[in-house]
């Protein structure tokens, strides 16, 4: 990482995978990237985070009849954050509330060249990533072209020890990609609606919820609900999910 002072920070990476199978395809890839980002304060406390992402990969794929095929691809996104914090601090309790909107334009055409998909089982936009210049994570795909991210944030903190937050939002993308399905919440041109609530006391309890709303009727898709207590050497987790059949691996509903 460097830090550039009042330019921002940047880094450099390096990444490589090898899968090299008996049976079946193989596949081989290296990479080289690199990301800007910075921060500044406008007017009435208004904060701009501009961000610049740029990677460049060389893959050697073999499909399962053993044909070579070598790939070269490079890919970029450029945007920007903007936030608003709201703050109101009480005798009992200060309140923060933060509207957020990101967009940002990233080249395309990079998931028609016969990647194949390798990085995870599943390939899903959750929460931690409706604001984040590509919401892919991993190598194997790409999301390009515009994109945008509108949300609001909000949380409450006690003296006592209490904390209440809160988060909603949704994504949306300048074209339909088909190298997507439905369970990414990749696949059109906005996402679902991805909703969080977390409580917590003194690091002693914690349970949040995460929701999923389908982008068209607004039903409930997907539901997550984890609680976590800490007494003295006794810790327990609980952990709760379901899903409708649409954005399920198998199509199934799950619970």
């Given at each position: 990482?460097?830090?550039?002072?009042?330019?921002?920070?940047?880094?450099?990476?390096?990444?490589?995978?090898?899968?090299?199978?008996?049976?079946?395809?193989?596949?081989?890839?290296?990479?080289?990237?690199?990301?800007?980002?910075?921060?500044?304060?406008?007017?009435?406390?208004?904060?701009?985070?501009?961000?610049?992402?740029?990677?460049?990969?060389?893959?050697k794929?073999?499909?399962?009849?053993?044909?070579?095929?070598?790939?070269?691809?490079?890919?970029?996104?450029?945007?920007?954050t903007?936030?608003h914090?709201?703050?109101?601090?009480?005798?009992?309790?200060?309140v923060?509330i933060?509207?957020?909107?990101?967009?940002?334009?990233?080249?395309?055409?990079?998931?028609?060249?016969?990647?194949?998909?390798?990085?995870?089982p599943?390939?899903?936009?959750?929460?931690?990533?409706i604001?984040?210049?590509t919401a892919?994570t991993?190598?194997?795909?790409?999301?390009?072209?515009?994109?945008?991210?509108?949300?609001?944030?909000?949380?409450?903190?006690?003296?006592?020890?209490?904390?209440?937050?809160?988060?909603?939002?949704q994504?949306?993308?300048?074209?339909?990609?088909?190298?997507?399905?439905?369970?990414?919440?990749?696949?059109?041109?906005?996402?679902?609606?991805?909703?969080?609530?977390?409580?917590?006391?003194?690091?002693?309890?914690?349970?949040?919820?995460?929701?999923?709303?389908d982008?068209?009727?607004?039903?409930?898709?997907?539901?997550?609900v984890?609680?976590?207590?800490?007494?003295?050497?006794?810790?327990?987790?609980?952990?709760?999910f379901?899903?409708?059949p649409?954005v399920s691996?198998?199509?199934?509903?799950?619970?």
């Open positions: 990482n460097f830090d550039l002072g009042a330019w921002g920070s940047a880094a450099v990476n390096v990444s490589a995978s090898l899968a090299q199978r008996k049976t079946g395809r193989d596949s081989n890839r290296i990479s080289i990237g690199g990301d800007w980002a910075n921060m500044s304060i406008i007017g009435p406390g208004i904060v701009l985070n501009p961000f610049v992402e740029a990677r460049y990969d060389v893959y794929l073999s499909d399962a009849a053993g044909i070579e095929t070598d790939v070269e691809r490079g890919f970029a996104v450029a945007g920007a903007l936030s914090p709201f703050i109101r601090r009480g005798t009992s309790v200060d923060l933060t509207p957020k909107v990101m967009t940002a334009w990233g080249t395309s055409g990079a998931n028609e060249d016969g990647v194949f998909f390798e990085d995870s599943v390939l899903e936009l959750g929460n931690g990533s604001f984040a210049p892919v991993g190598y194997d795909r790409w999301d390009g072209g515009g994109r945008m991210a509108i949300g609001v944030s909000a949380s409450a903190l006690w003296r006592n020890g209490f904390r209440l937050s809160g988060e909603i939002g994504r949306y993308f300048e074209t339909a990609d088909t190298a997507f399905d439905p369970l990414s919440n990749l696949d059109g041109t906005s996402s679902d609606i991805l909703a969080a609530v977390g409580f917590s006391y003194l690091g002693r309890l914690s349970i949040n919820v995460k929701a999923r709303f982008d068209e009727d607004y039903s409930l898709v997907r539901t997550e984890s609680s976590d207590i800490s007494l003295g050497r006794f810790r327990g987790l609980v952990e709760y379901k899903t409708e649409e691996l198998n199509l199934q509903a799950q619970e």
